[in-house]
């Protein structure tokens, strides 16, 4: 089956560190880069990062740079995102999307992440 | 990293039209074909509807168009049907390598 599974998400304390995994199946992974969007409760859809299929090309959204950081395994087909020093906006459902044409085609499910003392 | 505009919700009847307006910059919209439209239940994953400023991925239906000009996209629902109630986001790249999404249009089919 095609599908992205994002795992990873739950309760961490303010400053403190979360690391998110999507597990690809059903499409050669390697052949397609990798974006992380999130949702903030009852908010609209955030781009956070993007990575090129080779790990060559990295970007992120101002909101999140220097804090958070994307990368990923081929060989596991596995896209991560390692959040550090997190605030309470960062509270949101994290999904992992593949790009296609500068376009999401594929949605994981989200997982939540929920930054509170 | 300024988010596109696009109003907050839009309501129609059953088989009427709606048109839902993106509206960026020249660093987004304005400079790059690749407007992106995604369809959000309640609780759900988003939904690509249209991708490349006008195009439609297989399998979605061709009641939903889409246009563009200058540093403005539209999204169109023809023939509205109750199912089409939902969030609808719009998204382009932008310059630097990012991506930049509007704030979301509930649409209401009354």
């Known amino acids: ?73 081929n060989a596991k087909y596995s896209l991560y995102l390692q959040m550090n020093s997190l605030r309470a906006e960062d509270t949101a459902v994290y999904y992992c999307a593949r790009e296609s044409g500068y376009a999401f085609d594929m949605w994981g499910q989200g997982t939540l992440v929920t930054v509170s003392s | 990293q300024s988010a596109l505009t696009q109003p907050a919700s839009v309501s129609g009847s ?52 889409a246009s563009k000009s200058a540093n403005t996209a539209s999204l169109t629902i023809s023939g509205l049907q109750v199912e089409d109630e939902a969030d609808y986001y719009c998204c382009s790249y932008a310059t630097g390598g990012t991506w930049v999404f509007g704030g979301g249009t509930n649409l209401t089919v009354l």
């Open chain 1, 1 to 73: 089956e095609v599908q992205l599974v994002e795992s990873g998400g739950g309760l961490v304390q303010p400053g403190g560190s979360l690391r998110l995994s999507c597990a690809a199946s059903g499409f050669p992974f390697s052949g397609y880069s990798m974006n992380w969007v999130r949702q903030a409760p009852g908010k609209g859809l955030e781009w956070l990062s993007y990575i090129s299929s080779t790990t060559s090309v990295i970007t992120y959204a101002d909101s999140v740079k220097g804090r958070f950081t994307i990368s990923r395994d």
């Open chain 2, 14 to 65: 059953p088989g009427q039209s709606i048109t839902i307006s993106c509206t960026g910059t020249s660093s987004d919209v304005g400079t790059y074909n690749v407007v992106s439209w995604y369809q959000q239940y309640p609780g759900k994953a988003p939904k690509l509807m249209i991708y490349e400023a006008t195009k439609r991925p297989p399998g979605v239906s061709n009641r939903f168009s």
